[in-house]
Structure formats: structure tokens, C-alpha cells
């Protein structure tokens, strides 16, 4: 089954999908506010985002959504809890410092998490580390090891069992490799993951 892009990206096409019409929204690392805008005008949610980048902040709020600039992982303490009913962390994951406080924290504050990740236990990123010998760099992966914002290299199956340790519940698990949703041997041949998850 294929998937096409919303606004460029296949992962917002899975996430949007994922959230209700009327939530609370927080979208973590939330750029220019491209998917925040679109499920306010398609889903009527009750949108808001965090962004670092003061540009990206200005062209949010440009598209007219509530986006507060700073650290993703600063920021979280500042929210009660339950304050969501979702929280999205879509491809930012593996950039974050603290990678399971911030898991922690989206749990507290929101009903469920979404989270997508880049899966680095496909098959080229496995075949291209092996073949050079070298960091991997692909398509969906080009940059050079010292200027990648990736700090963190995790796998499905890696996601998984740390789901499984914190006792999280996985409500939905999608799969992607280009177009196609994958649905066998995601951990070799999707590209990229999205989860959602709520507490027990």
C-alpha cells in the first residue's frame, strides 16, 4: 500500500492519521510549524509547538500556530500533567540529549506519545557501513559523521524493547520505506518508524 506525502513528508501522512479532530497537540522540535498548521485546519486540533530556531519560530507563528521557542528538553518540566491529549516527536528523537526523559516526559504530559524515528537497522544503512567501512551515508542519511545531527543510532527493534522495559503500551506501530508501508521484517526493511504509545 503506498503513502503519499503531506506537506513533503510520508511520517506526517502516518501522524495525522494517528491524532483525533479536536485534540490538544504539542508537537516537539516543531520546525515551521508546517504539521501544526495543517491538522489545525484539517482536524480543528488545539495546536502547539516548541522550536529552538528563532526563524522557524517566526515562520510558525507566521502560519498562525502557538509555538514557544527553546529546548524540547528544558521545556517539558514546564507542562503539567495531562496537559495533552498527544504529543509528537516526529524524526527528532535521535537528536535529543536524553532520549528516554524525553519519552518519559511526553508520557506525563500527554495522554499518548507519537513518536517517529529514522530505523537504523535498515538494510542500507547496514550494507553501506559494511561495503565502506565508514559511517553510513544513504539518501535518506547523507551527511558526513561530524555534521550529522543524529547522536543516537536506534533500530525498531531497539525502540521496541525499550517499550517493552518501561512497560509502555504500543497502540500503533507503522512502517515506511519510500512510499510503500511496511508490514513484515520492519527492523531490515523500513526506513522509517512512527509509534504511539500511552501509559498503562
Known amino acids: 500500500m503506498k503513502v503519499h506525502d503531506v506537506l513533503g513528508r510520508r511520517d506526517y501522512a502516518l501522524i495525522s492519521r494517528l491524532i483525533p479532530s479536536n485534540s490538544r497537540v504539542l508537537?516537539?522540535?516543531?520546525?515551521?510549524?508546517?504539521?501544526?498548521a495543517f491538522l489545525q485546519d484539517t482536524?480543528?486540533?488545539?495546536?502547539?509547538?516548541?522550536?529552538?530556531?528563532?526563524?522557524?519560530?517566526?515562520?510558525?507563528?507566521?502560519?498562525?500556530?502557538?509555538?514557544?521557542?527553546?529546548d524540547l528538553e528544558d521545556s517539558l518540566r514546564e507542562y503539567p500533567d495531562g496537559a495533552f491529549d498527544y504529543v509528537l516527536l516526529s524524526q527528532t528523537v535521535q537528536e535529543t540529549?536524553?532520549?528516554?526523559?524525553v519519552l518519559t516526559e511526553m508520557l506525563r504530559i500527554g495522554s499518548h506519545a507519537i513518536v517517529a524515528f529514522p530505523n537504523f537497522g535498515h538494510w542500507g544503512m547496514r550494507f553501506s557501513h559494511l561495503t565502506s567501512g565508514r559511517a553510513p551515508r544513504t539518501r535518506l542519511f547523507p551527511h558526513a559523521w561530524y555534521a550529522s545531527p543524529n547522536i543516537h543510532f536506534l533500530t525498531v527493534l531497539d525502540f521496541e524493547?525499550?517499550?517493552?522495559?518501561?512497560?509502555?503500551?504500543?497502540?500503533?506501530?507503522?512502517?515506511?520505506?519510500?512510499?510503500?508501508?511496511?508490514?513484515r521484517l520492519p527492523n531490515l526493511r523500513a526506513e522509517i518508524a512512527v509509534y504511539s504509545l500511552k501509559r498503562k
Do not use: H
Not at 27 to 36: E, R
Not at 43 to 62: F, S
Not at 162 to 181: K, M, P, Y
Open 43 to 70: 482536524k480543528g486540533v488545539d495546536a502547539r509547538g516548541i522550536e529552538m530556531n528563532p526563524e522557524l519560530v517566526q515562520a510558525a507563528i507566521a502560519r498562525g500556530v502557538s509555538v514557544y521557542q527553546g
Open 27 to 36: 508537537d516537539l522540535g516543531c520546525g515551521d510549524g508546517a504539521l501544526l
Open 97 to 101: 540529549r536524553r532520549p528516554l526523559r
Open 161 to 183: 524493547d525499550l517499550a517493552r522495559e518501561q512497560d509502555w503500551v504500543v497502540e500503533n506501530r507503522l512502517f515506511l520505506s519510500g512510499t510503500r508501508r511496511i508490514t
